[in-house]
């Protein structure tokens, strides 16, 4: 089952659903990437540089922007979705750079962020492993990595609760909470996945839907 649905992963929003994808954010989420953005900033400084992995459309970057004077970059696979962040961070009058790019192979340079931040898109990724050494070598030593994700041994109605900030209701909520659990990973999971990179010094904290797991190079 759990090859099922990796074998669907790496794969961009595009077209109608970049859009739905955005009206559903926009709708239903921006309350919860605010206090995510709230909890980027207590660990950056004006001046750092803060890199979004699979952004969506883009408003967790743009409430952090909101809060300091950050050098702000977005990555993700989908070309629609960087688009539409563009497009919503120009509207909001903050400068952030959202580039098309594959968590695995970044174009980015050694040392270069202060800060990544990764939300509910890790279990989306064909090759976690990849994807870790890839945040390592481009964060600055000293730099946190932030990933929050759902965990895989969360009940079904925190699940569904998720689904249904989405502004997924009724029925399709516990479905669509099943699929994105399925594609989770459990804590002994990340820490296997961990052990295999160059990060030594890390936490995973429990959260309502899974963990906040905080990397330090």
């Known amino acids: 089952m759990m ?3 990796r074998g669907y992963q790496d794969l961009g929003i595009e077209g109608a659903q970049a859009k ?5 954010t926009r ?3 921006v309350g919860e990437m ?8 207590k660990h950056i400084k004006d001046g750092d540089s803060v890199l979004e992995i699979a952004p969506g459309a883009g408003y967790l970057s743009i409430e952090l922007s909101k809060l300091g004077k950050y050098k702000i970059t977005g990555i993700d696979i989908s070309k629609d979705l960087v688009e539409i962040a563009s497009r919503n961070a120009k509207e909001a009058g903050v400068d952030i750079d959202f580039q098309q790019g594959n968590v695995s192979n970044m ?9 990544i931040i990764c939300v509910l898109a890790f279990k989306n990724f064909k090759e976690p492993l990849k994807a870790l050494e ?7 030593p000293g730099g946190t990595a932030l ?11 925190v699940t569904k609760t998720v689904a249904e900030n989405m502004g997924i209701k009724g029925i399709k909520a516990y479905i669509a909470g099943a699929i994105q659990k399925q594609g989770a990973y459990t804590r002994k999971e990340f820490e296997t996945f961990i052990s295999q990179t160059e ?4 936490v995973i904290k429990d959260t309502d839907i899974g963990f906040s797991i905080y990397l330090n190079k």
């Open 3 to 5: 090859r099922f649905f």
């Open 199 to 202: 990060f030594k010094k890390f």
């Open 34 to 41: 605010k206090r995510q953005a709230n909890e980027v900033a």
């Open 107 to 115: 174009p980015f340079h050694e040392n270069e962020f202060n800060f």
């Open 20 to 24: 739905m994808y955005d009206e559903m």
């Open 27 to 29: 709708q239903h989420r």
């Open 134 to 140: 890839e945040m390592h070598r481009v964060l600055k």
């Open 147 to 157: 990933i929050m994700d759902l965990n895989r041994n969360a009940s079904m109605k």
